[in-house]
Structures are given as structure tokens and as C-alpha cells.
């Protein structure tokens, strides 16, 4: 057996066999495992609720369609999913023009404001999630992938369609990006912010 | 604490903050709809598929079997006893008499039984298309499918018996489409 098979938990490959042959309890499980997962990734990508419910909607139809398209070989059911999720995140992202509105509701914070000190606040939190969406698509799938949605660099891979090298690459330049829109200039205890 | 540890601690709150989002609970009702619709379409492609290459089968074979060839028009000679003696044969080498007739005797219980008329229960007809073309002129075919395609139409089977073989018949458009299908049960 090759070692990306032990990856995919055998329930959710049994899930996947039992739906493509036609049992709706199995499709639904499924749903309720990853649909939250799917959902937030849209969400974080476009930061609009109705392109996320929308987006979730056409992965699990697609799911259905094309269900049988999925290869353990080359990922998990995650990243099949999260690849999905992520074209048709780009469609509505190039249709709605999303991407230059996203870049320009967003401003880069002045340096001396200590954000992590209120990172609890939402509206800190939503700082953060509006320079996440300022960043360039590719930056921004990996930040979101990676550090968001932890997935592992390999999943990450698997669901953008690409080497693993290329995700660590994009993660580091788009995590540097967030550290000048976010203007961390000095160190703060970060623990403490988090908490 | 370097400058990156704090934008990953500035993203592990936003991805804790996330956390609870997830879909509207009114889209599972709706995507189990849109299974189910997508479920009975595959069926019927399915059946669709299988009644079609039946049809072609059938076409095939009705068109290219070897058809008996029709008896021959000119009377042949029965031999007569003058005739045998003639061809210099003895009696016991020339060509047979001809046979007496068969006789018709009584049938016994296991032939009667074997002749024994075959009884044909069949289901309603159960259209393919959602709006089947009007039949002016068509055909119905006989064929063999798997008694899973009997599920597709709603018919109970139980689940060790999905690969058992059970006969339908379908009725073919005058396009050679099928509109419709009847599963047959043959008692005796």
C-alpha cells in the first residue's frame, strides 16, 4: 500500500463508495464531516458569506457528479474537496472582480498600533482577516490552507494542484506579507495577545 | 519572538474565531434533494443505456442471422419398390420406405407438463423519459438486464438478489429511443 492511501480515513473513503453507490446517509455524513471546513476556507478566501454558502453548495454537488474522479493516490479527501472549493473560489473570485474591491477596503495598519495586545477583540480579528484578503490569490490560498485550515504541506499541495516546495515558498513570502500590512514593528508577547 | 510568530499567533485567533462558522443548516435538506434527483437520473441512464444496447443487440442479430433456407419448390420423387429394384440395390440397401405417418398418442403428465403453456406476469409500464416522445409506430423489445435496473423504477430487490438476471420489456420509440420499460416474470 503507498503511504498518501494511509492518509484517507477508511470511514470517510467507506463514505465515499457507499454515496457514489447511491447511499444518501453515506453522502450526508460526509457533508456534516467537511462541510464546515469547505465553508470556512470560501469564507476566509472571499471573506463573503454568500459566495461561501454558495461555493459549499457546488463542492458537494460536484462531490456527487464527480465523485468518482477521487484518487487516494494523489491526496485526501480533504485536499479533493479543498480543490474543488478553490475553483470555483477563483471563478467567483475573477467574475466579481472580488479581488481588487477585497484589496482596497483593506489599508495597511501604522506600525506602532500593538495589535496582538487586543487580538481577542473582533474587530482586531477582523483586521487580520482583511489583510489576509488583501493578500494576491496564490499568498492567500496558502496562508489559508496552511495556517488557517491547518493542513499539512502535502494536502496543501495536493489541493492547489501543485509541489510542495511552491507552498512552503508562497506561505513564507504571504506570511511576510501579513507582517508589513499588519505592521508588527515590534516583538510583543504573542502568547499573551492570543490568549 | 520573531515577527512571524507573532502573524501566525495573529492567525491562529482568526482561525479559532472561525471556527464555529459553518453552512446554513437549510443546505443539507436541500443537497439531500439534489442527490436524490441526481440518484434516479443515473438510474435512468443507466436503464436507458442498457435497453439501448439490448436494442442494438437484437437489431444486429435480427439482421444478420442466418435464416433457414425455404423448401425447395420442386417435388422430390418419393422412391418406389420398382424404383430401388431398377438401381440394381437389394431390398435392404435401396432408399427406405417412406415412414407412416406419426401417430398421435396419448400425452403423458410429464410431457403435458413440458408443453404446458408459459404464463407471462408483467408490471406496469414505467416511462424513461420525462416526456416521452408520442408513439406513432414502435417496437417492444424483449431484453435481459440485471434486476438491480428494477430498483430504478422503484420496484423492491432485495439486495442478494441485485445481480440476478430478470427479463423487461422496452418500448422503442420509432428513433429507436426507449420510452419505456415492463419487467417480466415468466411462470408456468
Not at chain 1, 473560489?89 to 500593538?114: F, N, Q
Not at chain 1, 489576509?132 to 490552507?145: K, M, N, T
Not at chain 2, 425455404?70 to 437389394?90: D, H, I, Y
Not at chain 2, 434486476?147 to 441485485?162: F, K
Request: proline fraction near 7%.
Amino acid at each position: 500500500m503507498r503511504a498518501s492511501q494511509l492518509t484517507v480515513p477508511s470511514s470517510e473513503s467507506d463514505l465515499l463508495r457507499r454515496m457514489l453507490s447511491g447511499d444518501e446517509d453515506a453522502f450526508t455524513a460526509l457533508y456534516r464531516l467537511r462541510q464546515s471546513a469547505v465553508y470556512r476556507f470560501a469564507l476566509q478566501m472571499t471573506g463573503k458569506v454568500t459566495v461561501a454558502e454558495d461555493v459549499t453548495q457546488e463542492v458537494f454537488m460536484a462531490l456527487m457528479e464527480h465523485g468518482r474522479r477521487f484518487d487516494p493516490a494523489r491526496g485526501t479527501l480533504a485536499s479533493f474537496l479543498y480543490g474543488i472549493a478553490r475553483n470555483l473560489v477563483l471563478r467567483r473570485i475573477e467574475r466579481a472582480h472580488a479581488t481588487e474591491e477585497l484589496t482596497d477596503a483593506i489599508e495597511d495598519c501604522p506600525g506602532d498600533v500593538d495589535l496582538l495586545q487586543d487580538l481577542t477583540r473582533r474587530e482586531t480579528i477582523e483586521q487580520v482577516r482583511r489583510a489576509v484578503l488583501s493578500l494576491p490569490g496564490a499568498y492567500r490560498e496558502a496562508v489559508v490552507l496552511c495556517d488557517l485550515q491547518d493542513l499539512s504541506y502535502q494536502d496543501a499541495a495536493a489541493a492547489l494542484d501543485c509541489p510542495v516546495g511552491t507552498v512552503r515558498s508562497r506561505l513564507n513570502r504571504g506570511r511576510a506579507m501579513l507582517v508589513k500590512k499588519l505592521g508588527f514593528a515590534s516583538p510583543i508577547k504573542a502568547a499573551e495577545g492570543a490568549g | 519572538m520573531n515577527l512571524e510568530d507573532n502573524v501566525l499567533k495573529a492567525l491562529q485567533a482568526l482561525s479559532e474565531s472561525d471556527r464555529e462558522h459553518q453552512a446554513p443548516p437549510e443546505m443539507e435538506a436541500r443537497l439531500r434533494v439534489a442527490f436524490r434527483r441526481n440518484r434516479a437520473a443515473k438510474r435512468r441512464r443507466q436503464i436507458f443505456g442498457w435497453a439501448s444496447a439490448a436494442a442494438v443487440v437484437i437489431v444486429i442479430f435480427t439482421t444478420f442471422a442466418p435464416r433457414p433456407r425455404p423448401a425447395s419448390a420442386v417435388p422430390v420423387a418419393r422412391p418406389t419398390e420398382s424404383a430401388a429394384a431398377n438401381s440394381g440395390l437389394g431390398p435392404e440397401l435401396g432408399p427406405a420406405p417412406a415412414t407412416s405417418p406419426p401417430i398421435n398418442l396419448p400425452a403423458t403428465p410429464k410431457a403435458r407438463a413440458r408443453n404446458a403453456v408459459q404464463r407471462e406476469i408483467v408490471t406496469d409500464f414505467f416511462p424513461l423519459m420525462d416526456v416521452p416522445p408520442p408513439i406513432g409506430r414502435g417496437a417492444l423489445v424483449r431484453v435481459d438486464l440485471p434486476a438491480e435496473a428494477m430498483r430504478t423504477v422503484g420496484l423492491p430487490v432485495r439486495e442478494d438478489r441485485l445481480a440476478e438476471r430478470v427479463q423487461a420489456d422496452v418500448l422503442l420509440s420509432e428513433d429507436g429511443l426507449a420510452t419505456a420499460i415492463r419487467f417480466v416474470k415468466v411462470s408456468r
